[in-house]
């Protein structure tokens, strides 16, 4: 009988408008865990690995690529398809808040708030700010105030009006690419081919490069280049080494690592690490994230 992994939850915020919790998961067996239920409505943003989350016949893979959208009293289970457990930021608003900053067609009109749609995909920017909260919390360097704001233009920038995208493929063509994901995200250093990625998941590769960009937006390759420099974020702190890092992640040099990174987040992998290890010794955070 499955049962239900053990998590390991840290408070990082909790004010009357948001709660920051740090959800680390060990992993699991491939099959789904023991049906669960949420007890509130709110926001999951994994950070490190990757997992399936299941609500009826709807499957999600969770990566550092979306948001996760949990409704109050909703049963879901959850499914580790890839070794190596993860980590997410889970984020609780309050309802009143979360309705003015949430993009409309998001949310159903009833009472409790509820969302429509089960993920949402994140852009560069809204990663940068998923690594920069979930960073100034853990080591305390940002105050409740800033903590708040910050969480409130994360949220905002995930479900907000001007940024939200919501997929319009069938239902067929969503299962086909939350397929491709798990490839994907099971050996994120690989340097895959289209062939190998549509043989794995059955269809063929014009098929499968249709459907990913009907349904995340962006090709394959991208969508895989989001995932690496995402895991990035999590590790640069950590990284004295930023060669063997970008080695570690599937990139060709620290040049193509560098670039990428530029590119995406306007700042340099270095930049980026010394700012996260300053606002740390500091005791202040300076949270504000590229433009």
């Known amino acids: 009988m499955p049962?239900?992994?053990?998590?390991?939850?840290?408070?990082?915020?909790?004010?009357?408008?948001?709660?920051?919790?740090?959800v680390h998961c060990p992993g699991g067996p491939a099959h789904r865990d023991a049906p669960e239920v949420s007890s509130a409505t709110h926001l999951v943003f994994p950070y490190r690995g990757a997992y399936v989350r299941h609500v009826g016949d709807d499957a999600s893979v969770a990566d550092a690529s979306h948001v996760l959208l949990f409704n109050e009293g909703e049963w879901f289970q959850v499914s580790h398809?890839?070794?190596?457990g993860d980590a997410s930021l889970s984020l609780q608003v309050d309802a009143g808040v979360l309705r003015e900053l949430a993009a409309p067609e998001l949310l159903h009109d009833s009472e409790p708030l509820r969302f429509r749609t089960q993920r949402l995909g994140l852009d560069a920017r809204a990663q940068v700010l998923v690594a920069l909260l979930g960073h100034s919390l853990r080591e305390g360097s940002a105050e409740p105030l800033e903590g708040e704001s910050l969480a409130l233009v994360l949220v905002h920038r995930a479900i907000g009006p001007r940024t939200v995208r919501i997929a319009g493929a069938s239902a067929a063509r969503q299962k086909l690419v939350e397929r491709a994901k798990v490839v994907l995200a099971g050996d994120l250093a690989r340097r895959w081919t289209l062939a190998e990625i549509a043989a794995d998941v059955g269809v063929s590769p014009v098929y499968l490069t249709q459907s990913f960009r009907q349904v995340e937006g962006v090709s394959l390759y991208r969508y895989?280049?989001?995932?690496?420099?995402?895991r990035a974020l999590d590790r640069l702190a950590g990284e004295d080494?930023?060669?063997?890092?970008?080695?570690?992640?599937?990139?060709?040099?620290?040049?193509?690592?560098?670039?990428?990174?530029q590119q995406a987040y306007r700042r340099s992998p270095s930049a980026f690490r010394q700012h996260v290890l300053a606002s740390g010794k500091s005791g202040k955070a300076r949270v504000r994230p590229a433009p």
């Open 224 to 230: 895989q280049l989001r995932l690496r420099l995402a």
């Open 3 to 22: 049962t239900v992994p053990d998590f390991h939850r840290q408070r990082l915020l909790e004010t009357r408008v948001v709660t920051v919790d740090d």
């Open 81 to 84: 398809p890839v070794p190596g």
């Open 241 to 261: 080494d930023l060669s063997t890092l970008a080695q570690d992640l599937g990139f060709s040099s620290h040049s193509h690592f560098a670039a990428a990174f």
